[in-house]
């Protein structure tokens, strides 16, 4: 037996090849699986894996403050939680929710009914709520509850300069006021960055560029806390005393136009604005335009001084029985038949304005009030601003223009008379006005010739003076110069014979005058409706006040100012 | 030419090793930053919190209040204060 030698068995070669065409072939589709998923499908992939751990983060922009002249606070945003839920996710007790509902300061019905809805994604519980009560709210552990960072804006001011600054929405954009006027350069645009983060949550890394958030500007105002607060005090008091439906104040620097002071009132609280009137809202010192009355007797005094007609000391015939235009009589109270042109201011008569304004041309009228500023926008970029009611010369009857002469068929806000009467205090000058901080002087337009604009301040002296209509706008250690107004009000297209509208507008110091007041009083209703009885007083302590924190010398001797006897002054018509 | 690879082999691990540490550097300094920018903002929060109880209690109406009420203070008469011209002084 001989052992087998193993045979070499040759296999077919058809095997061999088979088996390296099956690699090939295996290795060919990974080849074209890799190219697939990496040429093509990359971006895809990219995308879906960057989506494991990185995020797009908004970083927010504060919006920016409104400040006064002096660097105090108007308006401050600060961040506040909201707080939200997932109400599918929500897993809590009613111990809990109840809990809950007491951080929130709302009702656990209220919450229930809120979390019912589990089809929902998102839901606002509660939204800004201080930072120590969301920590609270945050240490409850609650599945499903999550909060999220905006901010709030806060008025320190409160009423004082509500009307002023306005107010911002929930969202933070501007609603009322300056808010609303400056939005585009108060309001910071949120910017974004791509992160990655770890398991934990931690930002690990910036990824792409970083988009930085952009701030809001902050806006500093003409207003000086200190003269505003005052201001608005007074002039609330005022209005209570007086039993009146409203009041408005202005104060303008002289010398750059600034306004250092603007009150309205009756007011609201910015930081709560739960019951709120539209007739709070109004920034009446801008938006609403009324008939100023007498307070635009100088103007016509003025025009005729100007055009060499008549001098301070001209006499004018006031008669007894008034005068008749067409089948109108314009009255006038005083017993005196003829007055100086002077004493027409000083008095204040009707009939003295009328027959002046009468013996010029309407044209010469109307462009007087035109560059006083009348029927212009005073270009405050203020939401809202009256530009009054002037209509134009060729249309005005004899009567009307009489009746113009002493401020009746024509209409202005508070605003423009405070400015008109800068070109009295600037020697001719009408200086534009201004709510943002200047800090310089400001160029003014000339509108009267300087010796015209001093004859008539020494006549705004003399009403103030005794036998004047407004002896209760004088102060102690300045020298002040003013008119008063008390006109009807417009009622059903005729005037009411109850209502009026008292207001003063005057300048201080004479000798050099740094500030117009004017203030306004609507609809005084205790029986007491004189300019000169109603706003002269709240002119008085305003001035005496805002003198005082502006430090200006004094320009008269320092004698306490006797108050006359209720009534003694003198009475005014319109 | 075995020389050559072992060599670039070497430097090649050296890179690798520094890459890593730089990394891990680069990382430990970006939550540094992380870090202080939300100290930052935690500040920026706090002082606006702080401006907010500064105007606050520097309110003109509570000032006048207090000085009036509880330190009977009151505005001098015209007549007791003096106004100094600096220019005229000198």
């Given at each position: 037996m001989s052992a087998a030698a193993p045979a070499l068995v040759r296999l077919p070669v058809w095997r061999a090849r088979f088996v390296m065409a099956g690699l090939v072939a295996a290795f060919a589709v990974l080849a074209g699986r890799s190219l697939y998923l990496q040429a093509m499908q990359t971006e895809f992939l990219q995308e879906k894996g960057e989506q494991r751990y990185s995020r797009v983060l908004q970083v927010p922009g504060t919006r920016g403050r409104i400040l006064d002249?002096?660097?105090?606070?108007?308006a401050i945003s600060t961040p506040v939680q909201s707080v939200w839920a997932i109400p599918g996710d929500v897993e809590a007790s009613a111990a809990q929710l109840g809990r809950l509902a007491a951080l929130l300061g709302t009702d656990v019905r209220e919450l229930r009914r809120k979390l019912a809805d589990r089809a929902r994604d998102f839901v606002y519980l509660k939204r800004q709520i201080a930072p120590e009560t969301a920590e609270k709210v945050a240490r409850l552990g609650l599945n499903g509850i999550l909060q999220h960072r905006e901010f709030r804006r806060y008025y320190p001011g409160g009423e004082v300069t509500a009307h002023l600054v306005g107010f911002t929405g929930v969202d933070e954009t501007?609603?009322?006021?300056l808010e609303l006027a400056y939005e585009k350069s108060l309001g910071g645009t949120p910017g974004s960055r791509r992160v990655i983060k770890d398991r934990r949550g931690h930002v690990v890394e910036d990824v792409g560029s970083v988009q930085p958030a952009q701030d809001g500007h902050d806006l500093v105002l003409s207003i000086d806390g200190k003269i505003q607060s005052l201001a608005y005090a007074a002039l609330k008091n005022a209005v209570a005393a007086h039993k009146a439906k409203a009041g408005a104040l202005v104060a303008i620097?002289?010398?750059?136009?600034?306004?250092?002071a603007l009150a309205n009132a009756p007011s609201f609280n910015p930081n709560n604005r739960a019951r709120l009137a539209g007739g709070q809202l109004r920034n009446r010192a801008l938006t609403d335009e009324f008939e100023p009355g007498s307070t635009l007797k100088p103007f016509t005094v003025a025009l005729a001084l100007e055009s060499g007609q008549l001098s301070p000391g001209s006499a004018v015939h006031i008669g007894s029985g008034g005068l008749r235009i067409a089948n109108y009589t314009i009255h006038d109270p005083h017993p005196q038949t003829v007055l100086s042109v002077a004493q027409v201011i000083q008095k204040s008569s009707n009939v003295g304005a009328a027959r002046i304004a009468l013996a010029m041309r309407r044209e010469d009228m109307w462009s007087m009030f035109h560059r006083a500023g009348f029927g212009v926008s005073p270009g405050l970029d203020f939401p809202g601003e009256s530009a009054g009611k002037l209509r134009a010369?060729?249309?005005?009857r004899p009567i009307e223009q009489a009746t113009m002469a002493y401020g009746h068929g024509i209409s202005v806000s508070l605003l423009q008379l405070a400015r008109a009467y800068t070109m009295f205090a600037r020697d001719g000058e009408l200086v534009p006005a201004t709510l943002l901080k200047a800090g310089v002087p400001a160029a003014g337009t000339r509108v009267l010739s300087a010796r015209t604009a001093r004859q008539v301040r020494a006549m705004l002296e003399l009403a103030v003076q005794?036998?004047?209509?407004?002896?209760?706008a004088r102060i102690m250690g300045w020298r002040v110069a003013g008119k008063t107004g008390t006109a009807h009000k417009q009622e059903n297209g005729g005037y009411s014979t109850e209502k009026y509208i008292a207001s003063f507008v005057g300048l201080a110091p004479v000798s050099e005058p740094r500030l117009v007041v004017a203030v306004m009083i609507d609809e005084?209703?205790?029986?007491q409706y004189f300019g000169g009885v109603v706003a002269a007083p709240v002119f008085a302590e305003v001035m005496r006040g805002a003198l005082r924190a502006l430090g200006v010398p004094y320009d008269a001797p320092l004698e306490p100012v006797p108050l006359p006897d209720a009534g003694d002054e003198a009475r005014e018509s319109t | 030419m075995a020389k050559l690879n072992l060599l670039l082999l070497l430097v090649l691990v050296v890179c690798a090793l520094g890459l890593v540490t730089s990394q891990h550097k680069a990382r430990k300094l970006f939550s540094e930053l992380e870090r202080a920018q939300a100290r930052a903002r935690e500040f920026d929060v706090e002082y606006g919190k702080l401006q907010l109880e500064a105007s606050t209690w520097g309110l003109h109406t509570r000032i006048e209040r207090v000085a009036t009420g509880n330190l009977g203070m009151r505005v001098p008469d015209a007549r007791q204060v003096r106004v100094i011209d600096v220019a005229g002084a000198r």
């Open positions: 002249r002096n660097g105090e606070a108007l501007g609603q009322e006021g620097d002289v010398r750059t136009g600034e306004v250092l010369a060729d249309s005005w005794p036998g004047g209509t407004a002896p209760r005084p209703a205790d029986g | -």
